[in-house]
């Protein structure tokens, strides 16, 4: 069988290798001129490749169901033991938050090249800086025009992902794909992305920029199912980011408000009121500076005391005046005017329904031949290599089956 899949990255790439090893005649379609750009600048160059603890609940879909059967088939041990097998040295970050990120030891690259070994080996072959232009299925054979030639195939998978990181050249186009055929698009948005602001507290974030604080998240939905996240928050010049902030704006809707707990770990209320009768004549920044980043600590009195109360002692503070600061400071209530977008996503929530996609096969139910498989599915994982999961789970799934 020919197959032709559009998209040299993470999930084509290993959509390829398994094909490929069936004996099929595979050629890989990339518009870029280097394979797996996406790959290349993960995880700050090191790539997170997989998360030892993703299951299907580490996602979000229209149709949570859907990405049940390609996590159970492909795990991240199958992905570890490939990695393994090419003596590609890793580690896990963040041990003490048993969060299960694995990273390279060195380099992305490594990964990328395990990858086109594997492609050379089953004799897979990757067509670079090739922009397909025109798709058209006649009876079973798929054609595929471009600028320099055209193609013919009995399979056709698109792995073109989602517009997220537009400078890396993601674009749209397997959704373009996916409506000439019929099918149906969860609205894509940006995923995984900063949060922007308008008002007083954009200045605030400006002023912090560069401080992080460990942080709980949480956002409720319109139907009141809350989410919460704990993980690093990040003040930028434009607003919110680190990981906490990525997590929970998978989760957010424009108009929704994000409650912060800034000290999720200790009884503030409790240690104000102890302190209160140990040291009567400490100030409240002096306290506060024992939890908090000083920078965070002078910003916060500045704006939630008034001048008199930045100089009284914890003794002359009433309990319903400290119980006002610990509700800044742990039930803290935001309301983000919207993302980054894009530019900063890592991934693209939404995208190809997958009710319209067979969940063992990757097959369009309505057009025989035409699979969908990674990020341009209405599939989005969490924060910490569960989207890299997903491409190795929906590739290796799709090219087994292909």
Known sequence: MNIIILGAGAAGLICAIEAGKKGHQVIVIDHAKKPAEKIRISGGGRCNFTNKYCTDKNFISKNNHFCKSAMNRYHASDFISKVDQ??????????????GQLFCDDRSQQIIDMLLDECNTHNVQIHLDTSITKIDKKDTKFTLKSERKNYSCDAL????????????GASDFGYKVARQFDLNIITPEPALVPLTFTDNLLEMTKMLSGVSIDSVLVTTDSNQNSTEFKDDLLFTHRGLSGPAILQISSYWSPGDSIKINLLPDIDLMAELQRQKKEQPKQKISKFLNHFLPA?????FVDLNLEPDDKVKNLADFSDKKLQAIVNNIQNWV???NGTEGYRKAEVTKGGVNTDEINARTFE???VEGLYFIGEVLDVTGHLGGHNFQWAWASGYCCGSEI
């Open 86 to 99: 090419h003596h590609i040295k890793w580690h896990e970050k963040n041990i003490e938050r048993n969060t």
């Open 157 to 168: 998978v698109i792995a073109t992902g989602g517009p997220s990181i537009p400078k890396m």
């Open 295 to 299: 920078r965070f600590v002078e910003q």
């Open 334 to 336: 935001i309301k983000p």
């Open 364 to 366: 369009s139910k309505k």
